[in-house]
């Protein structure tokens, strides 16, 4: 990646319970791809060892094992990083497909205990623009989604769903991902269990002949 994508470094102070909420990097809005298209990675930076809290969570990644055993409550349950002087994180807001990587999602949670200095680096896509030089819009194009050849009726209810089915969740969250036939999860389509919510083969076929037997009746009936 060349050094030229790069923005300039933002420090950033925190002091205790000072926090900073879930965000992406990714632009959502043209203006902010008008400078070198927008912010493919971010390296993030920490400056000081921070007492207690001010860990960088990612919500949308569960912790390794399920549990970060010695980190605050706030990034106790999801893939985090304490921050330690000399220690950075390198982390990529848009997939190799064009399209946003939800799973960087990112949030800094409460300084619990002593302060915490950061810094950050945001890299686009291309030559970012600083000084007296021309700013570049770089637009994106993602590529096309193949669709599944899907029965009707099996689909997500959360966009969220494919991201998830990656990481595992199919298998560690049943009851959300998949559900059960009474009461389907949100991700039946992600985890291929159309069947939670569609009769498929020997269910459907077995349907169809019950239908064309009470068919049968009515019209002996007539």
Same mark, same amino acid.
Request: hydrophobic share 30%; glycine share 10%.
């Given at each position: 990646?060349?050094?030229? !994508?790069?923005?300039? /470094?933002?420090?950033?102070?925190?002091?205790?319970?000072?926090?900073?909420?879930?965000?992406?990097?990714?632009?959502?809005?043209?203006?902010?791809?008008?400078?070198?298209? !927008?912010?493919?990675?971010?390296?993030?930076?920490?400056?000081?060892?921070?007492? #207690?809290?001010?860990?960088?969570?990612?919500?949308?990644?569960?912790?390794?094992?399920?549990? !970060?055993?010695?980190?605050? #409550?706030?990034?106790?349950?999801? /893939?985090?990083?304490? @921050?330690?002087?000399?220690?950075?994180?390198?982390?990529?807001?848009?997939?190799?497909?064009?399209?946003? #990587?939800?799973?960087?999602?990112?949030?800094?949670?409460?300084?619990?205990?002593?302060?915490?200095?950061?810094?950050?680096?945001?890299?686009?896509?291309?030559?970012?623009?600083?000084?007296?030089?021309?700013?570049?819009?770089?637009?994106?194009? @993602?590529?096309?989604?193949?669709?599944?050849?899907? @029965?009707?009726?099996?689909?997500?209810?959360?966009?969220?769903?494919?991201?998830?089915?990656?990481?595992?969740?199919?298998?560690? !969250?049943?009851?959300?991902?998949?559900?059960?036939?009474?009461?389907?999860?949100?991700?039946?389509?992600?985890?291929?269990?159309?069947?939670?919510?569609?009769?498929?083969?020997? #269910?459907?076929?077995?349907?169809?002949?019950?239908?064309?037997?009470?068919?049968?009746?009515?019209? /002996?009936?007539?």
């Amino acid at each position: 990646m060349p050094a030229g !994508n790069g923005e300039g /470094l933002q420090v950033l102070r925190y002091q205790k319970e000072q926090k900073y909420d879930a965000h992406w990097d990714y632009f959502f809005h043209k203006d902010g791809i008008a400078n070198g298209g !927008n912010r493919y990675a971010t390296v993030l930076m920490y400056l000081v060892d921070t007492e #207690e809290g001010g860990e960088t969570v990612f919500p949308n990644i569960a912790a390794p094992g399920g549990e !970060n055993v010695g980190f605050s #409550e706030c990034a106790r349950y999801h /893939l985090a990083a304490k @921050p330690k002087k000399g220690t950075a994180i390198l982390f990529h807001s848009i997939k190799p497909t064009g399209e946003l #990587e939800r799973k960087s999602l990112h949030t800094a949670c409460p300084v619990i205990k002593g302060i915490k200095w950061s810094a950050a680096k945001w890299i686009h896509v291309g030559h970012y623009a600083m000084g007296n030089e021309q700013a570049e819009m770089i637009e994106q194009h @993602p590529q096309p989604k193949v669709k599944q050849n899907l @029965p009707p009726g099996c689909e997500d209810s959360d966009e969220m769903c494919p991201d998830w089915a990656e990481a595992g969740e199919c298998e560690r !969250n049943v009851s959300f991902m998949i559900g059960t036939r009474a009461r389907p999860g949100k991700c039946v389509a992600s985890c291929k269990r159309c069947d939670v919510v569609v009769d498929t083969g020997a #269910e459907r076929t077995q349907a169809d002949w019950k239908k064309s037997q009470a068919g049968n009746r009515r019209s /002996l009936g007539a």
